[in-house]
Each structure stands twice: as structure tokens, then as C-alpha cells.
């Protein structure tokens, strides 16, 4: 029964058939199960009498969408500030939001997540993501970190800000020397992370300056340890003194690096370092803090930033995917990072494959995500129009089908 129910078979009709930066007219996609079993023109694909059809006029079929850097565990800070989420949210009640947004994600068309820290929030990321696996709640597929790993008082909440006479959570957890971090990297690994998430730099200079803050030999600690333990490494990194460090040290993704100079993104290509723009949150916390207005106002200073290290990756050829760091902007809405992709100079095919070929090779998951092609898992989506010619359109998510089965129909 079980087996029969399995090799379930669907048919889709879309106008189009968008993969690995192609458009394909005409063709029409099989799911057998939670696989995709045949990828061709209605004729070849024989007979479908068995089937359930959908047919999707107008419409684009797209694998499902990849965002390689989320915090299901974090809500909009114009909403409740970080420190107060770290500080006053218990790990039930963020626990309880993080389903809501798992589920918000997914609808909109991103089926994988590699979630890079709960901040603050334990390991719940693994349970959820065990919770989603099992069926019991809605979700992308993910890949979590559990909690990132940070220099010891080089995180928040910051403690300057408050009684120094009682202690009070991180968002992360400390480590500091060679002994401790391999200790922390271990930690992590046990409870169940799929990546080590590491902190390359953080706000610890006199005026709240970014400073690095593994040293080098931390660095490699950390990365050779992962290593061992067949975890990949992600290091946030917005300096570029912490940026050398991490790929120095061997890691396989930088985050934000909104600092890198062309030297340092030229080292991230030689040492085959992947580069995660984060460009949506940036221009999410100057709405917040420096009354930045979406159309109006001039980019801020820390848009800027964050513009200029893309535009140094893309002019050094490093591999560029998708990463958003949606959580401090609202879920769901992690289509907003290849909108700026494409407004600060790829074309829309270009984001598409970060968010889905290229994605999916930096997950080490390539054979079976990020393409739309038999043997691959049935992760697809549907948008209105064509996507290759206005990114916009990924607002307009019609279908969205996990595993083979299908979680948004078209109304
Ligand atoms: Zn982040």
C-alpha cells in the first residue's frame, strides 16, 4: 500500500520549463514519487493515462527555490529588537514562530534553507527540522547549524549594555583558544548541526567598529575539526582581515563580506570559497535604523558596502549563490535578495542559477537539487510569466511541490 502510494504519478503543463539557466518551451514535467521521472516534450514522454495533470497555462516551472543563509529562529527587528528576542522570547515561543515562518518560506517557493544559527534559540533548528522531515509541520528542506560558534565576548547582547552582575544568554556560544573551539566545533556536530556557522568579525572595537576575532590558528582549529567530522564550514565575515582568515583557513562559505577587496574575493576563488552577497539585509536595517526609504532615499552607507564587495566578487569570478539573511526581514520574502542581485547587475538567469544550481553544488547536493531533471528530487515551483525576463514575477508563486507532493496548488 505504502510502495503504491509512493509511485504516485503527476503531470505538469506549464507554458515553460525553467532549469540551469535555460528556458524550454513546450515541455512538460513527470513526478514518480518524491522524484522527477521524465523532463521532455508532451509526446516522448508516452503514456500518461495513470497520471494526475496539472496544467499550468502562462505559467513557468522552476526547481525549487534555495536560500543558503535564513534565521527561522528570528523575526523582524522593527518588530522586537534582536536583544530583546535573545533576551525575552523563550525557546518555546520562538519555537512556535519558526514554524509560522518554515511555512511562509516554503509557500513562496524556497524549498531548502541552510539555516545559519538560532541565535540564541539552542538547537531547536534541529528538532524543527526533524519535525519537518517526519510531516508534522510545513517546511522547506533544511540544513542547520544549531548555534553559531563566536570569540568569546564578541557577540551580543553586548555586555556593556547591562548589569554586569548577573549573567545572561548569548546568541551564540564562546569559545576562545585552540582547545575550546574544537571543543565548541564537536559540541555542535553532536547535537546535530549540518554546518559550523563561525563569527570571522563582529562589533568589538572601542566604537562598536567591526574587529576580527578568531585568530588564525582558532580558525583553522575550527575548520580542520569540521572537517573531521564531515561538517562544512560558514564564517560571517563583513572585515576583509576576517574574510583572508576564513579562507585561509579552508571554509566553504563567507557570508555578507561587504569589506572584501578584489584580493581577497581573487584568494576566495583560488582556494574555491563560495560568497553569500546577503544584500536584502542590508537594506532591511536601514529601514529600521537609518530611515533608509525603499524608491526614495540614496543607498546608505552599509548598502554600499555591501554593493561594492558584490560587485568585487562578480568582477573575480568567485562562485556566487543565493543567501538573503531573511529573519531581520520578514519570511517568506527571500526573493527579494535575487531582485537585488539583478539591480546591482546579474541578469535574471544569473540569480536564478545562484538560488538553484549553484546553491545546490555549494550544499554538496547537486545530483539531486537545484535542477529540474530526471532523478532529481520533485522540488518545484510555478510563477506567472517568465522569470528570465522579470524577477519580479517569483512575488507570484502559483504551485509549490517538495519531495513530489504538492503544497500550494493554483487557486
Ligand atoms: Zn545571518
Known amino acids: 500500500m505504502r510502495r503504491a502510494a509512493m509511485r504516485k504519478r503527476t503531470l505538469l503543463i506549464p507554458d515553460r520549463v525553467w532549469t540551469d539557466g535555460e528556458i524550454h518551451r513546450g515541455w512538460c514535467v513527470l513526478v514518480e514519487g518524491e522524484r522527477l521521472a521524465a523532463v521532455s516534450t508532451r509526446p516522448s514522454i508516452g503514456d500518461v493515462s495513470d497520471c494526475e495533470t496539472i496544467a499550468l497555462p502562462g505559467a513557468t516551472l522552476l526547481p525549487g527555490l534555495i536560500d543558503l543563509h535564513s534565521h527561522l529562529f528570528l523575526h523582524p527587528y522593527n518588530e522586537t529588537s534582536w536583544d530583546d528576542q535573545v533576551l525575552k522570547e523563550t525557546e518555546a515561543y520562538r519555537t512556535a514562530r519558526a514554524v509560522r515562518h518554515a511555512e511562509a518560506t516554503l509557500l513562496a517557493g524556497f524549498t531548502t534553507l541552510r539555516d545559519l544559527g538560532t541565535e540564541g534559540a539552542g538547537y531547536a533548528d534541529v528538532s524543527l527540522k526533524r519535525a519537518i522531515e517526519d510531516g508534522i509541520v510545513k517546511g522547506p528542506r533544511l540544513f542547520v547549524a544549531g548555534r553559531a560558534i563566536v570569540a568569546t565576548g564578541s557577540y551580543g547582547p553586548a555586555r556593556r549594555n547591562y548589569r554586569t552582575d548577573c549573567c ?11 582547545d575550546e573551539v574544537v571543543r565548541a566545533v564537536r559540541l555542535e556536530a553532536a547535537h546535530g548541526a549540518d554546518w559550523i556557522k563561525l563569527y570571522g ?94 524608491g526614495e532615499s540614496d543607498p546608505t552607507e552599509s548598502m554600499q558596502m555591501a554593493a561594492r564587495g558584490f560587485r568585487n566578487a562578480r568582477a573575480e569570478g568567485v562562485t556566487i549563490g543565493c543567501g538573503s539573511d531573511v529573519g531581520p526581514f520578514p519570511h517568506g520574502e527571500n526573493a527579494r535578495e535575487l531582485a537585488w542581485m539583478v539591480r546591482l547587475g546579474m541578469t535574471p538567469a544569473e540569480a536564478l542559477t545562484a538560488a538553484t544550481t549553484v546553491n545546490a553544488r555549494i550544499l554538496g547536493r547537486e545530483n539531486e537539487l537545484g535542477k529540474i531533471e530526471p532523478g532529481f528530487l520533485a522540488d518545484l515551483i510555478a510563477v506567472a510569466g517568465d522569470p528570465a525576463a522579470d524577477i519580479a514575477v517569483l512575488k507570484q508563486v502559483s504551485l509549490v511541490m517538495k519531495n513530489g507532493a504538492i503544497v500550494r496548488a493554483p487557486i
Open 168 to 178: 545572561f544568554p548569548q546568541g551564540a556560544l564562546e569559545a576562545s583558544g585552540v
Open 201 to 294: 568579525d563582529y562589533r568589538t572595537g572601542p566604537n562598536g567598529e567591526t574587529r576580527p576575532t578568531f585568530s588564525q590558528e582558532e580558525m583553522n582549529a575550527a575548520v580542520a575539526t569540521a572537517h573531521d567530522l564531515g561538517r562544512p564550514v560558514a564564517v560571517h565575515a563583513m572585515t576583509d582581515e576576517a574574510m583572508q582568515r576564513a579562507a585561509r583557513a579552508g571554509v566553504q562559505t563567507i557570508e555578507h563580506g561587504y569589506g572584501g577587496s578584489r584580493e581577497t574575493f581573487a584568494l576566495m576563488r583560488e582556494k574555491g570559497v563560495a560568497f553569500l552577497p546577503t544584500l536584502t539585509v542590508s537594506e532591511a536595517l536601514s529601514e529600521y535604523f537609518r530611515g533608509y526609504v525603499p
